[in-house]
C-alpha cells in the first residue's frame, strides 16, 4: 500500500502559507517503510494533515489516494477496515475512553486484528514506564502516561502507516527515547511507514525525510 | 477469532433511563400479550359460531314477507313473479325461492298414539334452502306417503301445549314415528296421504313438503299453479350487510331478524376482539415508539464513545447489529410469556365457553404462532434499522 496526497490544500488555510508549504498542493507519495517527519509551527495545519490522512476530515481541496483509491469516495464501513488492519494513529488529543482502565483502552483495540497476544500489552507498558498503571482508570492517569497508553494501542495492530501527532509533546527526554524506540522497533517488524508530524525537528530521529509543512 | 462485543457494550449501554425502558418492555409485552389473546378468540368465536350458525355452505338464508300496515291490509300482499326476479337480481342477494303454499284444504289427524286433529297448512321450497335435506324427501305421483320437514320451533311449541291438552311429549326421533294422515280436499276433489316427518329444521318455520308433491296437490284438488308466496327466503353471504338491509326496508319487506342472531352475535362478538385486537396494535406501537425513545437516548448518550469506536476501526454495520442484537432476547422472552398466557386464556375459553366444542385444539391457532414470530422480526427489525439510523447521524 501507498499514501498519495495531489495538489491538497485545506480549505482554510492562507495563501501566503500555502505558497511557503512543502506540502500543501504538493504531489507527494509516502511509500511502505519510509519513515516522514513533518515539521511545522502551530496553526500550520499539522493535525488537519494527519486527519486528512486518516480520513476523519474532508474539507480540503485535491485528492489523497490510499493506492488508487481516492479516499473521499470511501464508505465509514471501508475505512473501517483500513482502520484495523492497514492504518493506526496516535491522535494528539490521545482520544482514549476515560471511564475505562489503560488496559481495556489497549485492549478495546487489539481485539479488532490482533497483531500482537494479550501478554505484549504488559511489556510494552513496562517497558515505556506504565507497568503499574494498567488497572488504573485512564482519567485518573497524567498526561504523559495516557500519551503512552496512545502510544501502545496504536501498536496493537497490523498496520502499513502509523500515524503520529506530536505524541511526545507531554514526556521527558528519557520516556521520548524509549517510545521512539518501541515505535521504531514495531514498524520494523511490519516494514511500515511512519509520518510524524511535530513543532520542531527531534535530535534522536535518525534517517528521517524532514519536510516543512 | 469472532470480535466480542461484550468489552465493548458498557461503552454504549448506560445503566441509567431504566424508567423508559421497562415501561417500554411493559407496554410491549400487554400490547403483544392484548392482540395475541384477540388474535386467538376471535378465531376460536368463529369456530363456534360455524357450528352453530344457520348457515350452509357459507350463505345466510333469511326469511322475507311484505309487512302488513292498516293502509295495505286487505290487499293481496304475497309475492308476484315480478318481485322475485326484482330480488334475485338485487346485489348481495345470491338466490330467493317463495314459500308456496297449499291451495287447498288440509286436514291433520295422527291416528291412535296422537288423538289429534287440526287443520294444517303445508309448504314447498326448493332443495336448496332447506338446512336438513334427507334424501328421502322426494314424492312422485301415485305416492301415499308425504314426507315432511318440521320446523324444530314448531315441535317445541307443541311440546309445550302438550301436556295440558292430554296429549302425549314428543322427542325429534319418535315424531319420526308418528304417522300423520293428511285428508286434502278441494273444489276438484279429495284424497287421503300418509305423512311421515322425516327432519326437523332450524332454519324454515313451516311444515315442508317436496315441491312435486305442491305443485300436483294445488292443480290436483284447486286447479292453481300460480306461484303466490306470502314469504321468500332469500340467500345472501351476508345478513348484515347495511345495502341488503336498506334494500329490504325500502321495498317494505320484513326480515325474520331471529334468523340471523348468530351472524349478528359473532358479528358483535368479532367486532369486540376486532377493537381489542387494534387496541393491542396500537400498545404495541407506543410501547416500541417509547422503546425507540430509550435508544435514541441511549445512543445520543454514548455519542462520544461509539464515535471514537468507529475513528479507532469498528464496522459500523457490526455496531448496528451488535447494539440491536442485545434485545433479543428480551423480546423473546416477552413473546414466549405473552404466548404462555395467551395459551392460558385458550384453555380457560375452552373449559367455560358458553358452548362446549370438541373441535376446538386445545392449542394455540397456527396464525397465533406465525404472528408471534412475526412480531419478533418486526421488533428487531425496527431496533435494528433505528440503531443504523442513529449510528449514520453521528458518523
Known sequence: MQI?????????????????????????????????????????????????LYGLRTDYDGTIFYDDTDIKKLSTESFSSFRQHKISIIFQDLQLFDDLTAKENIEIKRILDPFHEPGVIE???KKLGIGTKLNQLVKTCSYGEKQRIAIIRSLMQPFDFLLLDEPYSHLDEVNRKRAMNLIYEECEKRNAAMVFVDLKPLDFLKGEKIIYL | MALSYKKIEPLIISGKNIFSKWFGYFGLGIGVLLLLVSLQMFINIQQLLKENSPRKSGYDFISISKTITNENMGQDNRFTNADLINLKKQPGIDGAAPLISNQFRVKATAGDIVPFNTDLFLESIDNDFIDTLPPGFTWQPGQVMVPIILSSDFLEIYNVFAPAQGLPQLSAKTISSVNIILECSGPLGMQNFKGNIIALSDRINSLLVPKTFMNWSNLRFSGDTA????????????????????????????????????????????NIVSALGVFGILVIMLALMLFSFYLQLMIAKSKDNLRLLLTLGYSPKWLAKSVAKTWLPVYLFIIIIALIITEAFHLWFLQFSFVSNANLSYFLHWSVWLTAILLLGLTVFINSRLVKKELNRIM
Open chain 1, 4 to 52: 498519495q496526497l495531489r495538489n491538497v490544500v485545506p480549505d482554510f488555510i492562507e495563501l501566503e502559507k500555502r505558497k511557503n508549504s512543502n506540502v500543501w498542493a504538493q504531489n507527494i507519495i509516502i511509500h511502505k517503510g519510509e519513515h516522514l517527519h513533518i515539521v511545522a509551527p502551530s496553526g500550520s495545519g499539522k493535525t488537519s494533515l494527519i486527519h486528512f
Open chain 1, 123 to 125: 511489556e510494552m507498558a
Open chain 2, 227 to 270: 306461484v303466490r308466496a306470502s314469504r321468500v327466503y332469500i340467500k345472501t353471504k351476508d345478513a348484515n350487510d347495511p345495502k341488503l338491509i336498506s334494500y329490504l326496508d325500502q321495498q317494505n319487506y320484513h326480515l325474520n331478524k331471529d334468523k340471523v342472531k348468530f351472524s349478528r352475535i359473532k358479528s358483535i362478538l368479532q
